[in-house]
């Protein structure tokens, strides 16, 4: 079956740095586009980060842009997120997804087939 695990989560002050990874099994891993998505409370779910099947396109949310780092192991079948220069307001779930190859690298999570269950990244003033 189907498996998204996120992990590397917790809490980081201000400043800090955090690495997420998200192992998966139960399908063809270099098949599919991968995603990044976070979800603060009372929020819905916001773009992160996206990364083509091959490595070639990558995508970023505007709030992270220049700060996070998006990445992926085809052969290990894991997706990364490198997260620096953490801020108060990327506290919220984190979630990692994957989409088809078929289409276009998306930003939107309607074109995202699986999904992690998420982890907590909480980061503090």
């Known amino acids: 079956q189907v498996q998204l695990v996120e992990s590397g989560g917790g809490l980081v002050q201000a400043g800090g740095s955090l690495t997420l990874s998200c192992a998966t099994s139960?399908?063809?891993?270099?098949?599919?586009?991968m995603g990044w998505f976070r979800q603060a409370p009372g929020t819905g779910r916001e773009f992160v980060g996206s990364?083509?099947?091959?490595?070639?396109?990558?995508y970023y949310g505007n709030s992270v842009r220049g700060r996070f780092t998006i990445s992926r192991n085809n052969a290990g079948d894991t997706l990364i997120l490198q997260m620096d220069n953490l801020k108060p307001e990327d506290t919220a779930v984190y979630y990692c997804?994957?989409?088809?190859?078929?289409?276009?690298?998306?930003?939107?999570?309607?074109?995202?087939?699986?999904w992690g269950q998420g982890t907590q990244v909480t980061v503090s003033s």
């Open positions: 990364i083509s099947w091959s490595g070639t396109n990558i």
């Open positions: 997804a994957a989409q088809q190859r078929n289409s276009p690298l998306s930003i939107t999570e309607e074109s995202y087939e699986y």
């Open positions: 139960g399908f063809i891993f270099s098949w599919y586009h």
